[in-house]
């Protein structure tokens, strides 16, 4: 038991306390939470709130020089300033959507990727192969380095009706709680934290806050919101499900299939802006949708960002 606690995540014997269910992969990083004994569910955001730790999903920290042009072409959203969040589609070159994490611009050189659906390994994978790609016999991103950022800062999700009065009793003036779309540094109660407000239409009732907590203190902050009474643990199987509600790309994302929605059901999404200089932009015009299994990465980019 001792030897498999290191890829449980930090937070293994609180879950292990709550009787969770973890997931039996037997990939290198942290198993994730499946669910819990006697978990309230999807329902209980609509009056509480739920508490989920994210670990040993899609989990990335991508710094340095070019990470701003990494971004740009790897992500077909709107570009972030600093202090900036959102929801951003990773397309392939033929167009394919490889995923839609939550992207977090921390720094002028620091972006922060999160998906815990079933498409985040492919993502993982797909964000590597274009760390490598060449174009005209260099390499354009070799200055930036894309980690896993689980050893760092422990991803902890709050969401419901109840979670900004929740997490509001940790902040002090002149302190605030981010705005939709908005990621800042906190004190929680004198952890220092990197707090976004995740922005969409659907969660604008119930608001859903991203915690990356320090691993030192990613206990005392967990137990501490799970004193709430309102505050309910979760298991990565009701956060996607509260995905596949609230999201429109959810339940597109539900299963692991390569999918290629259109370029105009992408714009109706929000996913995509103006300016085609990302991967995929040019593989849009001349899709045709194939349930191709998504591990696979799909063709290089042609031609550059295009």
Known sequence: MTSDKPRMGVLYDEHALLHARFSTSEEAGPRRVLSYDAEKGPAHAREGALLADLTGCAYLLAHGPSAPDFARAALAGRRLAV????FEAALTGDGSLVSVPLAARCGDEEYVLLDPSPHGDVLDSWLGFLHGVEQDGFTPYANITIEDATDMLVPLL??????????ADYVRDPQALPAPGHVTSL???RIAALVTRLGAPALDE???????VPVAFARTLWRSLL????????????VCELSRRALPWGELLSSPDRVSPSRRV??????????????GARGLGAQTPVPVRATDPGPRPEGGAS
């Open 83 to 86: 202090g900036e969040a959102d």
């Open 158 to 167: 709050l969401v419901g009706a109840a979670a900004r009065s929740v997490l």
């Open 187 to 189: 004190q929680l109660d």
């Open 206 to 212: 119930v608001a859903c806050y991203l915690a990356l």
């Open 227 to 238: 004193s709430f009474g309102e505050v309910a643990p979760a298991g990565l199987q009701t």
């Open 266 to 279: 992408l714009a109706s999404w929000g996913l995509l802006r103006d300016e085609d200089d990302f991967v």
